[in-house]
């Protein structure tokens, strides 16, 4: 493998937990027991690896639209798969544009839009950390963050969805909270 390919492999691995956590808010909870999250984001980065040098992309272009949208259609194609039988055309919607959503919402928990490249960029590092750091943390306290976070849900729905009380899910919440400002201050 040519150095260049390995750099390649190296940069778009980055992106494993970003996407796997985009794929999570995106799913139905029905859905993702069963669907692996993990082999299709592995799917992704797979194709993204593979079609790189073809896809015309510039050295330095960001990344995450590109592979935003290959795990838009590799999570399409899952659930078309799967719900073959009981497909209602009318309820279909852009799974695209539900995915660069959540990024949306992601991003907005960092520094507003940056206008020059090296502003984007350090958002893009940025990104990539809060991803890392919410996949790090325990998994009710990562479910507790997602649905509040990125899905919007209130602390009550978020108890139903887990089963728990109202104060359960604000102490999920608050130490989730701790341990990402924990993480990602010891990462600067």
């Known amino acids: 493998m040519s150095d260049e390919k390995a750099d390649l492999g190296g940069d778009l691995e980055r992106y494993r937990h970003y996407l796997r956590l985009l794929a999570q808010t995106q799913l139905d909870p029905v859905l993702q027991g069963k669907l692996d999250v993990s082999g299709i984001v592995q799917q992704t980065l797979l194709e993204a690896y593979q079609s790189l040098p073809a896809s015309g992309m510039d050295e330095g272009e960001p990344l995450a639209p590109w592979l935003r ?3 838009a259609n590799n999570l399409t194609d899952q659930i078309r798969r799967l719900k073959t039988a009981k497909r209602d055309v009318r309820r279909e919607q852009p799974l695209d544009a539900a995915l660069d959503a959540s990024s949306a ?3 907005c928990w960092l ?3 940056g206008s020059s490249p090296s502003q984007k960029a350090q958002r893009n590092e940025q990104l990539l950390l809060l991803a890392d750091a919410v996949a790090a943390l325990p998994d009710v306290q990562r479910q507790a963050i997602v649905l509040h976070y ?6 009550a729905q978020i108890g139903q969805h887990l089963g728990r009380s109202r104060p359960a899910v604000a102490g999920l919440l608050q130490r989730g909270l701790k341990k990402l400002r ?3 201050n010891g990462s600067e």
């Open 69 to 71: 949208r290959i795990l």
């Open 105 to 107: 919402r992601l991003a």
């Open 111 to 113: 520094v507003a839009d």
């Open 150 to 155: 990125w899905q919007g849900e209130s602390v």
């Open 182 to 184: 924990s993480q990602l």
